[in-house]
Nanobody
Framework: QVQLVESGGGLVQPGGSLRLSCAAS????????MAWYRQAPGKERELVAV???????RYGDSVKGRFTISRDNAKNTVYLQMNTLKPEDTAHYYC??????????WGQGTQVTVSS
């Protein structure tokens, strides 16, 4: 089982930026896909961004052009750079990993609040 620990959340003003990190235990080479999801109060969890082991990425429509997902295999870490943040980006952000043998792991999440 892969253990995931997110960090980097906090309070930011509209238009600001944050970078989330997701540190994975064990070797990143066991992990095929990593993703960020978010869930706001009263809403369903939604996909924010995905990155494969080959570096292919995909984004949710609401964050395209503003968020960037990346991974550093040497540091066993995935990042989510969030720019031009909006109040509607306020949510609990979760990291997800899927290994090559299809095991799924979730982190505990980190809170992002966008407010003036």
């Amino acid at each position: 089982q892969v253990q995931l620990v997110e960090s980097g959340g906090g309070l930011v003003q509209p238009g600001g930026s944050l970078r989330l990190s997701c540190a994975a235990s064990g070797s990143m080479f066991r992990i095929d896909v990593m993703a960020w999801y978010r869930q706001a109060p009263g809403k369903e969890r939604e996909l924010v961004a995905v990155i494969t082991s080959k570096g292919m990425t995909r984004y949710g429509d609401s964050v395209k052009g503003r968020f960037t997902i990346s991974r550093d295999n040497a540091k066993n870490t995935v990042y989510l750079q969030m720019n031009t943040l909006k109040p509607e980006d306020t949510a609990h952000y979760y990291c997800k990993a899927v290994t090559r043998d299809s095991n799924v792991s979730w982190g505990q999440g980190t809170q992002v609040t966008v407010s003036s």
